[in-house]
């Protein structure tokens, strides 16, 4: 039997939805069930519902198989797994972001303060920028942050914009594109090798054709 972490949230519903294009029997499980774990008989699959940041803890470290999780938390985590797909779903941005009217201003003499919940990604980037960077790591409601002066940018998930908007912030640069990936924990690809390569070509078949 296969274990596949999936995403609670935004991301559940559309990954219910490509494993059922896939082929898959999900009957009884939805994106408003509380339930954390799933069993699915009919193809030998159990599915855990987790959050997202958690699922390439799981995947690593061999408690779910594979898992499926949006690029921006492999971008951040850097985790030691194999990323054989992209499953071209709940597509969106890594964007900073900040007060309209103040999106030109530019301060590379001085510390920028930043908040986000990616520190990673945002070090990353505005050291390969050559601006010293001052991280404030925040879990929720980062559009605040300029508003009440606690940053001048923020990182963040940006999809259609409208919360961006809401809070009068303008995207500066998108740092990276992001969409669902599948995810692999590495020593089951070789221990479940033909059900994990089912997997894969199954839900690939599933999956969105590409934008042109």
Request: proline letters at 4%; one cysteine or more; a positive charge.
């Amino acid at each position: 039997m296969i274990t596949i972490a999936l995403s609670k949230g935004t991301l559940l519903a559309p990954t219910l939805a490509l494993l059922k294009r896939a082929g898959y029997v999900t009957e009884g499980l939805s994106a408003e069930s509380r339930r954390l774990v799933f069993t699915c008989p009919k193809d030998d699959l159990t599915l855990l519902i987790v959050r997202p940041t958690d699922i390439p803890t799981y995947v690593e470290y061999g408690a779910a198989d594979a898992g499926v999780v949006g690029k921006d938390v492999l971008l951040e985590q850097d985790r030691d797994v194999y990323e054989p797909l992209d499953l071209r779903i709940g597509a969106c941005r890594i964007s900073v972001a900040a007060l309209r009217g103040q999106e030109l201003r530019s301060r590379l003499s001085a510390k920028v303060r930043v908040a986000t919940k990616y520190p990673n990604i945002t070090e990353r980037y505005f050291n390969g920028k050559g601006i010293p960077v001052e991280v404030i790591k925040l879990y929720g409601s980062i559009e605040l942050a300029p508003v009440v002066g606690l940053a001048e940018r923020i990182v963040d998930l940006v999809s259609s914009g409208k919360t961006l908007k809401a809070h009068h912030l303008v995207e500066v640069e998108v740092i990276a594109k992001s969409t669902a990936r599948l995810i692999v924990n590495r020593a089951s690809l070789k221990m479940k090798h033909g059900d994990l390569t089912d997997l894969i070509a199954r839900l690939k078949r599933g999956r969105p054709k590409q934008a042109r």
